[in-house]
């Protein structure tokens, strides 16, 4: 099952969700079914190359102003 992330597009509530085939996800906030489907800092972290290029910047993933490698996910 995969996880995504959406952003509920009537209470702007940002949630993860588990989704099994056809489901479709609704925000646990409002109940909403109009979402839009966000990019997952854990996938996008764990294969971009630019995470790795010097920068001092908020850790990929898990936004830790320390920089990456400071929070304990590492």
């Known amino acids: 099952m995969p996880i995504f992330e959406y952003l509920c597009q009537e209470c702007n509530h940002r949630f993860e969700a588990l989704v099994q085939g056809l489901d479709k996800p609704a925000c646990p906030s409002c109940k909403a ?12 972290g764990a294969n971009a190359d630019w995470a790795s290029s010097g ?8 936004g830790d102003p320390r920089g990456p490698g400071s929070c304990s996910t590492n």
């Open 33 to 44: 079914t109009k979402l839009q489907k966000q990019f997952s800092s854990f996938g996008v």
């Open 55 to 62: 920068d001092s910047g908020a850790c990929g993933s898990c």
